[in-house]
């Protein structure tokens, strides 16, 4: 925390050297951002092509089956939700269409 508190009270005559420095050793920074993208770029090729045709997929062990009951309990909940709908005699109108 101190070396936080440190740099942000620099003079400004050392804060104004720093674009200096960058610009006197360009071809260095230059150098070091092109070796850092290559760097990250080998790193997203291995994680997200590499490895993934090493992982293997999961098997299915059996099959999904179609639970009959379980539909007939949520179709009965709809039918009693839409007769209650209808029955309350009022008409709503489709907040999706323009009027």
């Excluded at 990250?40 to 009951?69: D, H, I, M, P």
């Amino acid at each position: 925390m101190k070396n936080l508190v440190t740099i942000l009270k620099m003079p400004k005559e050392k804060i104004k050297k720093i674009p200096w420095l960058l610009a006197s050793h360009a071809f260095s920074i230059i150098l070091l951002l092109i070796v850092l993208s290559l760097v990250l770029g080998v790193w997203v090729f291995y994680n997200y092509v590499t490895l993934a045709k090493v992982k293997t997929s999961r098997t299915v062990e059996k099959n999904t089956e179609f639970q009959y009951n379980t539909y007939e309990q949520i179709m009965a909940t709809w039918q009693a939700r839409e007769k209650t709908v209808q029955e309350s005699g009022k008409t709503y109108s489709n907040p999706f269409t323009t009027p």
